[in-house]
């Protein structure tokens, strides 16, 4: 099967070809929305506000929620290690 931009794609199963893909997308999403979930826990117990962290973080209120949202993935590793550091932790990433 080919699809709309001409590769080829696994037959059967309705296009499952990019199901590795599909995996890697689906793993990003959790670990981002694991990360934002540690976050928020940790500015709990430290008695931090979103307003508080955006400026600590230097950032907007809107760029902030974006982090803090378990379902937006618009969030650089940068901006992720940064929100670390301002709760005193490490973003720490591996190739497993």
Known sequence: MV???????????????NAHEAHEDITAGAVKRIIAEQLDVLMRQQGI?????????RTSRTELDRLLDPDSEAVTLGT?????????????????
């Open 3 to 17: 699809s709309k931009t001409g590769h080829q794609q696994a037959a059967g199963f309705g296009g499952f070809g």
């Open 49 to 57: 506000d979103r307003s508080e962290l955006a400026r600590r973080l």
């Open 80 to 96: 992720l290690a940064r929100a670390a550091r301002t709760v005193g932790r490490k973003l720490r990433v591996e190739l497993v």
